[in-house]
Structures are given as structure tokens and as C-alpha cells.
């Protein structure tokens, strides 16, 4: 039976109030990043990932948990490594935000990522372009371009090898056990970007095209999933981001939803890792 995944209800925060403020945020990352470094300093500014794709549902994004992945091409890869430089640039965004939304539902996490020694990573995949906001500079299909479908489908294996690691894995239980109450959420940020790619990298692998696995939400992965015989993935990926939204929606204070969440996250890093032995072995 498919999973019954929960609609956006008055259960929850309104989405188009969530939608504005994460839109305020990418506004307040890119102004402060070209008023405080200069347009000459960027070959492209590009925004992505599950806060700028359509959202179906409450599984689409989590607030706080979900980022907004901001990727920058720099002239001089080293640029950033100033740390005065960096906190004002972090403070201008902040500052920026506030300006625009003086009192949030949530405060919008941006994910800033220099990917100038990744671009010729064949483990660093692009992204299909249709999920990429070009924010300034080259097209980024200039300047990450698909030029290899089944190195991305390679990479995708190594991802999910290399994000559930055994040792990893052994090392969840000990590193967790002392992050009681509000620390749980720390717990869900060494998790969410290793589960975030697991249902697209795992739809990679059964076959499903570049664009078919990567372009979509996650209402729709799950529903994939399900479809290729993954149920028990699609309910620990689908079970993650609605045990974080409810310990979101409790003001972090619900703490047995942080720690299911936690129990389901680690599951799908399990299961992923061993679709990609599978397929190794294969």
C-alpha cells in the first residue's frame, strides 16, 4: 500500500509565508555576496536543491533543516578563506533578512559552497540545469556541464558508499548518545546531508535517468521508490523529514520526534548503502 504522506494543512506553518522567506533569504545571500566582494570577484552564482523546487507537501521542506544551496564559481578559489571576510559577508545576509522579514516563521539556512576544485570531480556531479537557478554570471551549463551520464551514475554509487561508511555507521550511537533536548537538531544536521541524496542516488542505480532521479521533489522520489520496490527506503526517507518537521513544529522541544527522525535517517543510509554494494557486486 503506498504511504499516506501528510498535505500542507493548518497543522502546519503557511507554505507561501515559508516560500516568501526563503526567497528573502536567496535575495539577501546574493546581494551581500556582490555588495561585499564585487561582481568582478564571481564567474556565476547558482542556487538549487529541495528549498527551490515545488513542494507538494510538508516533505518537500523542512524548515531550518532544508537549505538553500548556494554554489559559487570565484576567480580566486581562495577568496573566501578570509575569516573576517566571511563574517561580514554572513552578517550582511543576516542583517539583509531581517530588513526584509523582520519577524520569521523560520530563519532560511543557506548551504554556500566555492565548487571551483569539484568541477573536475567526476564524484561531483552537475545538476540538471532545470533545477539551477542561475543568480549571476556564466550559465552553469557552461561552467559544470553534463558531458558523462554514466560517470554520474558512478558517482552516485560512491556517494552512497562513501556517506554510510561502517565506521560511520558504528560511530552514530556514541556520538549521538550525549545530544539530549535542543542538541538533537545537531544530530539532524550530521544526518540531513547524507540522507538528502540517498533517494535520488538509489532511483541512479535502478536505472532511472539522470534527469528522472535528480529533477524532482521529494514527494515524488518517494513515490519512485515505492514504485521500484524500495518501500521500506521510502519510509524511512519519507519518515526522516516528517519526525524533523514535527520537532520543528514543537519549537525543538519534542524530542522523541528528533530521535525517530534520527532512527529513520540512519536506516536509509543503511538501505542505500546496500543498493550500491548490490550493484557492485552485480
Known sequence: M?????????????????????????????EAL???????AFVGIYAKGSALKPWDGPLDYVPELSDIDVQLVLRDPELLNDIELALGIQAEMERRFFQRVPQPLHLPRPQI????????????????AAVVQQLFGKPYTEVHPLTNREAVREADRWGLLEHAKPEDLKAFPLNFIDMPG??????????????????????????RSFEEAW??????????????????????????YLCAWDFFRSGYTDSDSARQAIVHG??????GRQVAQEGCAG
Open 2 to 30: 503506498p504511504l499516506s504522506l501528510p498535505h500542507w494543512s493548518d497543522r502546519y506553518p503557511s507554505r507561501a509565508q515559508l516560500r516568501r522567506e526563503v526567497d528573502a533569504m536567496l535575495e539577501a545571500v546574493l
Open 34 to 40: 556582490l555588495g561585499q566582494l564585487g561582481e568582478e
Open 113 to 128: 559552497m566555492v565548487i571551483n576544485p569539484y568541477l573536475s570531480d567526476p564524484r561531483f556531479s552537475p545538476s540538471p
Open 182 to 207: 535542543k542538541y538533537l537538531f545537531h544530530c539532524l544536521r550530521q544526518l540531513t546531508w547524507r540522507v538528502g541524496p540517498t533517494a535520488s542516488r538509489v532511483l541512479s542505480l535502478l536505472g
Open 215 to 240: 529533477e524532482h521533489n521529494r514527494t515524488h522520489l518517494v513515490g519512485q521508490l515505492e514504485a521500484a520496490g524500495q518501500e521500506q527506503l521510502a519510509a524511512d526517507y519519507a519518515g526522516f
Open 266 to 271: 540512519v536506516r536509509a543510509l543503511e538501505t
